[in-house]
């Protein structure tokens, strides 16, 4: 079955950039819209990010909108989100999903 795995999170400092990158196994992405959403301590899951199945549409929370930037690549099964301009208070655990699965989240803290 399909199964989602998280990279590239980390320790940055505010104004930095992160590029995180959800890799499928399992299963082809091709068919599936893939979300980005993210969980900040004592805080609800937030959609943050969404591209469409072939890429040609993608949305972003306002939030994150001007500074992050999503992307895919079907033939190897990856989607990428690329982070700019990184604040505090983008720290939180990053999660991908592709329908009713989910990865095992990424952490990203942005601190001095």
């Known amino acids: 079955q399909l199964q989602l795995v998280e990279s590239g999170g980390g320790l940055v400092q505010p104004g930095g950039s992160l590029r995180l990158s959800c890799a499928a196994s399992?299963?082809?992405?091709?068919?599936?819209?893939i979300g980005w959403f993210r969980q900040a301590p004592g805080k609800e899951r937030e959609g943050i990010s969404c591209i469409s199945a072939s890429g040609s549409n993608a949305n972003y929370a306002d939030s994150v909108k001007g500074r992050f930037t999503i992307s895919r690549d079907n033939a190897k099964n990856t989607v990428d989100l690329q982070m700019n301009s990184l604040r505090p208070e983008d720290t939180a655990i990053y999660y991908c999903r592709a329908g009713v699965v989910w990865g095992q989240g990424t952490q990203v803290t942005v601190s001095l």
């Open positions: 399992g299963k082809g992405l091709d068919y599936n819209a």
